[in-house]
């Protein structure tokens, strides 16, 4: 199986500052890392993934870090706003997804 | 392309009782996926499809949960004598292909109360 540790789990930024949130995962094998945005009474939604063969990906203002060696992986908000308000989860996989227990970020105007 | 689609979208039960919830994947997708999601939570899987095969339903509680996809496209997700701490959402997701690296679509779930 694997097991995913993400950090933290309520975070609270001001409008136009950056979030962060991270993961850590167990098993070497899991070469998939989606993230999802998931608003209440709704599904979580795919925003980025990266996979085991690069290092970052961006993509309108998120960016996510992947260290392979440290078996860590990260997810940047840049120049957040009221609407990045939500659940974020982190996922890793090698044929199944395993999430994250969710990160609630509130973008405070 | 209409996405993937459950119902009911939420069900009210007493303890002991049985539910369905049923899920139509997005068209040619040959992988389907159940999840339950407690109350701030992490989605966490139960079973999963390949077309009509079980992939993995090492996460479902044999004894009163079971799923099927007969044909390889719908599935059901049936509880059987329901307890209290299956109040969730109970995810479906879809894939084009399995093996862990495809984007997985999911549903707008399905929120049980288990009074």
């Known amino acids: 199986g694997e097991q995913v540790e993400q950090l933290p789990s309520i975070l609270r930024v001001q409008e136009g500052s950056s979030a962060s949130i991270n993961c850590t995962y167990e098993n070497s094998a899991s070469n998939y890392f989606p993230w999802y945005k998931q608003e209440p009474g709704e599904n979580p939604k795919l925003i980025i993934d990266?996979?085991?063969?690069?290092e970052r990906k961006q993509t309108q203002g998120l960016i996510v870090l992947l260290d392979k060696k440290a078996k860590r992986f990260s997810l940047h908000i840049t120049d957040t706003q009221p609407g990045d308000s939500a659940m974020y989860f982190c996922a890793a996989s090698y044929n199944v997804l395993y999430f994250g227990s969710g990160t609630k970020l509130t973008v405070e105007p | 392309e209409a996405g993937v689609t459950q119902s009911p979208r939420y069900a009210v039960l007493q303890e002991g009782q049985a539910v369905s919830f049923w899920c139509d994947p997005i068209s040619g997708h040959d992988t389907l996926y159940w999840y339950q999601q407690p109350r701030d939570q992490g989605p966490q899987l139960l079973v999963y499809f390949r077309d009509e095969a079980v992939i993995d339903n090492s996460q479902l509680p044999s004894d009163r949960f079971s799923a099927v996809r007969p044909k390889g496209t719908n599935s059901t997700l049936k509880i059987q004598s329901a307890k209290q701490g299956d109040t969730a959402t109970y995810l479906c997701?879809?894939?084009?292909?399995w093996g862990g690296g495809d984007t997985q679509y999911f549903g707008p779930g399905t929120r049980l109360l288990v009074l």
């Open positions: 990266i996979r085991s063969n690069m």
């Open positions: 997701a879809s894939s084009f292909n």
